[in-house]
């Protein structure tokens, strides 16, 4: 059974940083791409971070510069540095990926940016 558990959401400033992570279990966690997608209220899901794993990275526009993708295959988790963050990255934070044909997400974990 594949399992994606987030967590280190929360309440935060604008200006503010915080650090999320995902941790994984069930699969192979080195040899998958991991991808961190946000969904704000009457928005759709969308991609915010994506790291292959040979540790490539590729972002979203509205967060480049800003957030940070990591990984550490030792612990089976993904990571996303969130720093300088705004009003607008408000939104639930899920973790992704795929395996054997299937997408597969955690149950996301909350972040609230207060101006």
């Known amino acids: 059974q594949v399992y994606l558990v987030e967590s280190g959401g929360g309440l935060v400033q604008a200006g503010g940083s915080l650090r999320l992570s995902c941790r994984t279990s069930g699969i192979n966690f080195a040899i998958h791409r991991m991808g961190w997608y946000r969904q704000a209220p009457g928005k759709q899901r969308e991609l915010v971070a994506e790291?292959?794993?040979?540790?490539?990275?590729r972002y979203a526009d509205s967060v480049k510069g800003r957030f940070t993708i990591s990984r550490n295959n030792a612990w089976n988790t993904v990571f996303l540095q969130m720093s300088s963050l705004k009003r607008e990255d408000t939104a639930d934070y899920y973790c992704q990926t795929r395996w054997r044909s299937s997408n597969y997400w955690g149950r996301g974990t909350q972040v609230t940016v207060s101006s």
């Open positions: 790291i292959s794993s040979n540790g490539t990275t």
